[in-house]
């Protein structure tokens, strides 16, 4: 199976993405095919809902999504949202994200923005009719320490995702 996890933190330092590595490990561990779209260094521009769409990292997004059995997006909470940077994404991949099974992963400063992904994820099911992983891991600060995960039930959680998404991704295909 191929996955697709996106880093969805501009930020040198990330919780996020250091929780996305640590699934990364998990589905390559694993065998699996994973690519990984680091957004700080992706060239992505923001959607204009116009010239934004014939952008060549535009374009190589879209191949990448399509490609996808699953999406994993590993993003930080701000403002009780998952960032910008993480819906940019969907309104770029547009209808490529159609039936792909899509999990979560988020990193926020404490622990009360835990419906944080939600209006992304119901945008991704009901406008591309995503299959959304229905439990997601949601990190806050207190689960770190020097820049590393620290936690072993979110490392937990992290091992459940990989094993979700991959169960889930197979099932749909197989049907």
């Not at 191949?63 to 309104?91: L, Q, R």
């Not at 992304?120 to 009719?129: G, K």
Request: glycine share 8%; charged share 20%.
């Amino acid at each position: 199976m191929a996955f697709l996890l996106f880093s969805c933190s501009l930020r040198d330092s990330s919780r996020s993405q250091v929780m996305v590595e640590a699934l990364r490990t998990e589905l390559e561990g694993a065998g699996h095919e994973v690519e990984y779209l680091d957004l700080r260094e992706a060239g992505l521009p923001l959607c204009n809902g116009d010239d934004c769409y014939d952008h060549p990292a535009t374009k190589a997004l879209r191949v990448s999504v399509a490609a996808a059995d699953g999406i994993i997006f590993a993003v930080p909470v701000y403002n009780f949202y998952a960032s910008a940077a993480a819906k940019n994404i969907v309104e770029l991949g547009g209808s490529t994200f159609e039936g792909k099974v899509v999990g979560f992963i988020c990193a926020a400063g404490g622990r009360n923005s835990y419906m944080s992904v939600m209006s992304l994820a119901n945008s991704l099911m009901l406008d591309f009719r995503c299959h959304i992983l229905p439990r997601y891991v949601y990190a806050s600060k207190e689960s770190f320490s020097d820049g590393k995960l620290a936690d072993p039930e979110i490392s937990g959680r992290i091992s459940e995702m990989a094993h979700e998404i991959v169960r889930v991704s197979q099932a749909l295909a197989a049907s």
